[in-house]
């Protein structure tokens, strides 16, 4: 057998081996209860993930650029106790795990994913986080300023030892508007694709127009957009603009007829 492909194989199983090592020392547990028990007794930050972990784009963004790293992986076992609160579309959970988690979106006011909330032993918010780019490194510093906690460094396993494989091929990465796979949206960064197009109706029921899709306030609806489409609730219409919330998102923006 040729070597080089001796010593490739050898190398990916090596990157295998370790990077599953790394995601099986974190514990994500579900159970809201034994998360503040473990919190508690650990004297640990929980950090609390409400994610659609097989249809959210930025969720599955942030699991992979952050949460299966070494880097996080050290940080986290050193400071976080970890809770999913997942809310899957096709994948399956039990019926009881679904009104938990409903129960935690009620109360800590979820109203996008990724959300992340980071609670001390007995539930309290101390702070609110979602997606953002930079990697590990950056939400870890983001987390560190968000929290005045005695934080420790975690250490982080050490890199498995290079073998002589060939270069890996060069891909060209997907423009984060577009969906990897499948049926996931990337909602966009800053709104800037939605539009107000025109208003209708009475003071006791009003219309807007957005995108060429009609709301009534409070009603959500697919809009398309360039990259694909996403889903928009329409919270509020007022004289000259709306209040909209895309899926995926807890940012609420104010679009105004005649400013695009």
Known sequence: MNSRFIC???????????????????????????ALKQAGNERKLILIDFTGSDWCGWCIRLKGEVFDTREFGAFANANLVLLEVDFPRRKA??????????????KYRIEGYPTIIIASADGRQVARMGYQPGGPKAFIDSLKRSHRFAWKD???????????????????????????????????????????????????????????????????????????AVQVLCKEIRAKSVLVQVEGTSETKEIFLGAN
């Open 93 to 106: 959970q039990s019926e009881q795990q679904r009104v938990n988690n409903s129960v935690l979106q009620n």
């Open 8 to 34: 490739a194989a050898i190398a990916a199983f090596a990157l295998g081996v370790a990077t599953s090592a790394v995601r099986a020392e974190l514990n994500w547990l579900t159970d809201y209860n034994a």
């Open 154 to 228: 975690g250490v982080a396993a050490p890199d498995a030892p290079a073998a002589s494989a060939p270069a890996p091929a060069v891909t060209t990465p997907a423009k984060p508007e577009e969906p990897p796979s499948g049926d996931i949206i990337f909602p966009p960064k800053r709104y800037d694709e939605l539009k107000l197009t025109g208003l209708s109706g009475t003071a006791a029921r009003r219309f807007a127009i957005i995108n060429n899709q009609t709301f009534a306030a409070g009603e959500t609806a697919q809009v398309k957009l360039h990259g694909g």
